[in-house]
């Protein structure tokens, strides 16, 4: 008796490959599952990191004498900051982070470009000791000059104040400074310079310095200070956010 030759059905063949599609449409839909996760979350972090930051509210000082806040602001022997930097002339712009150490006799700034260290200024009583690369007078003076005075302005001496309802003037031969007697903070400083050019710094967005990072027992005036400056030199400019601020 011969035997029937069994016949292979197509169905097996089929059922195999519809499977492998199912498998393979699953792991699709489950990547753009998690591409779609990802991009929520990083769009999250974006929105995040780049949300305005709160204004501070800074106590009132008005009723402290002017003066007295001089001479506790004075007290400041070193400041360390962490800045983003802003570098414009014409219509170049250069940005970047820094590194910030500063005293009432020496100042080190270090720039740095995508995380590595681009550039470095130190000056020394007066005289640039160290300019990597070199810079010329006008952004050396910008520089040194703008963050020494923009940071310490209360080290103005030989001075004159006078006053109106809003703001001090504080005003030598070669310097003006107004401070907001509301908040003890300067919003604008003018310095002519030995050629007769003029630096202007502006200031904006007063902060809070960290509890641990404050002189320990200070009063309400040295826990605050202006977190963005504008110094502009010419056609030149350089405006500075502040990052981080310790003062000892």
């Known amino acids: 008796m011969l035997k029937t030759p069994s016949i292979i059905s197509d169905t097996s063949t089929m059922n195999t490959t519809a499977g492998r599609q199912a498998v393979k449409e699953k792991a699709a839909r489950q990547g753009m599952l998690s591409a779609i996760c990802l991009l929520t979350l990083l769009l999250c972090m974006g929105l995040v990191s780049c949300a305005p930051k709160k204004a501070v509210v800074v106590p009132t000082q008005e009723g402290v004498p002017l003066e007295k806040a001089l001479s506790d602001l004075r007290q400041v022997k070193t400041l360390e900051a962490t800045l983003s930097v802003d570098y414009e002339r014409g219509d170049t712009i250069m940005s970047g982070d820094a590194g910030l150490t500063l005293s009432d006799t020496a100042l080190n700034l270090r720039l740095y470009y995508l995380g590595f260290l681009a550039g470095e200024l130190k000056e020394e009583n007066g005289t640039i000791t160290v300019s990597k690369p070199r810079l010329d007078k006008n952004r050396s003076t910008l520089l040194a000059q703008g963050l020494r005075n923009g940071f310490f302005w209360w080290n103005i001496r030989d001075y004159t104040i006078t006053e109106d309802q809003e703001q001090y003037v504080l005003r030598n031969k070669n310097r003006e400074i107004l401070v907001s007697k509301k908040l ?40 605050y200070y202006q977190s963005q400056m504008k110094i502009e030199l010419k056609r030149y400019l ?3 956010k502040v990052k981080s601020y310790v003062v000892k």
């Open 184 to 223: 003890m903070l300067p919003t604008q400083q003018s310095i002519r310079l030995e050629n007769g050019d003029e630096l202007i710094i502006t200031y904006d967005m007063p902060d809070q310095i960290e509890e641990a990072e404050r002189i320990p027992g200070s009063p309400a005036w040295l826990q």
């Open 238 to 240: 350089v405006k500075v």
